[in-house]
DNA sequence: TAGATTGTTAATCGATTAACAATC
DNA sequence: TAGATTGTTAATCGATTAACAATC
């Protein structure tokens, strides 16, 4: 598990909650100098406890009477998250996700680098979609190991997911963030992300339908 | 909040979850007929405890001496999640997101039911994404209303988003499901559920680094 | 200084797991 | 019947909140 400032243990769900305080610090950056934890978790709509509490794994951001100075705090969690640290990624499936992220601004604005699609449609490989060059998949292992690719974005069907899963932990990657509708399987404590949008669409489903009763 | 088989309240998290033994469940149906508690927490890698429990909450699915049979626990989740039964949605904003969402095939698999699309752009509207219109964000709110959209999706840049909420919320859509990398201001208690691509992508960029010490 | 607010420890709350009677 | 496995209650674990001494 993760550790911390003094060697505690960083709960999962707070490492997840990171970037949403970036995003808050960041929206806050021109609207003010410093702020509370109390004002700041009311604007989050949670409490002044964990506000301060998350904060305190990573280190001693605020100062007592004062609160927490916003340039710093933005700049102390773009470190902690490695925003303009450039994290080398590739894209593999060049279906209507894929091709949408490979145009998505925010990883580049988030600091994230580009540096290959991939597809097995021979008729794509090639095909350059904003500068960036889609390859053949069997030359991923490859490319992941002379690029020294980061992580890797999976936006292939599922059925062919692990199979490539296979292929990239092999290849060195260090972290997935997968699209497919399933699990994946890797070994024990490889970094894995999902984002499963049909999964969220069904919970929405569920809540609209209960909340009419 | 959300009340169960016997009137106890449903947590949360145990919603979010159900998306996810419906995935399994399908997985399952070409495979086996039935399947025990211990066997399916094992494939998940949960807590037989946990998914008796969870399933628990909307039914007694299950049978002592044999397990859930599968046809008959997927039919039953396919209910409780509303899939087969058909969602109307819309989707607002034809950046690359909402127009790879337009094209992605899952949503209609799922039983949801594209009615419209949105954006600004004069130059957008009238085109025909896979068979369905973009219309001008100024007629969003009627379109709603006459044709009863359940549901809306968020896909415009983050500086409008809450506009657009507005609009929706006011025109009696249901909930939303929302892209834009910020928090929605909903009334209370409006279902709301986020994909924050970008926060995902840097929870693992900081898993990555950490796990490399 | 007095007021504000931190970082942290203790108390509380909620979710997960273990245990087991019921029963197929 | 004996073995398997449920649904549920009690015990445990972990996360959230409250409280407060420290201090700017």
Redesign the pocket.
């Known amino acids: 598990m993760i550790k911390g400032?003094?060697g505690t243990p960083i709960?999962?769900?707070?490492i997840e909650r990171l970037p949403r305080y970036y995003r808050y610090f960041d929206w806050l950056e021109n609207r003010a100098e410093k702020?509370?934890?109390?004002?700041?978790s009311e604007l989050m709509g949670?409490?002044?406890?964990?506000v301060?509490?998350d904060?305190?794994y990573f280190?001693?951001?605020?100062?007592?009477?004062?609160?927490?100075n916003i340039k710093k705090l933005k700049a102390e969690l773009a470190k902690i998250l490695r925003i303009h640290t450039p994290m080398k990624f590739v894209i593999v499936g060049m279906g209507n996700i894929g091709r949408a992220l490979t145009r998505y601004n925010a990883f580049i604005e988030a600091g994230f680098k580009l540096e290959g699609l991939f597809d097995v449609k021979p008729i794509l490989i090639g095909e350059k979609i904003s500068g960036t060059t889609i390859y053949k998949v069997d030359e991923l292992e490859s490319f992941v190991k002379t690029h020294s690719v980061d992580m890797a974005i999976i936006a292939v069907p599922k059925e062919v997911a692990n199979e490539v899963v296979k292929t990239l932990v092999a290849s060195g990657v260090k972290g997935i963030l997968n699209f497919a509708p399933l699990d994946l399987e890797v070994p024990d404590g490889f970094p894995v992300e999902n984002i499963h949008i049909i999964d969220k669409a069904l919970a929405l489903s569920f809540l609209i339908r209960e909340r009419q009763h």
């Open positions: 400032k003094d709960p999962k769900v707070v702020i509370s934890s109390k004002k700041l949670a409490s002044a406890s964990q301060r509490l904060l305190s280190g001693d951001f605020g100062q007592q009477g004062y609160g927490y």
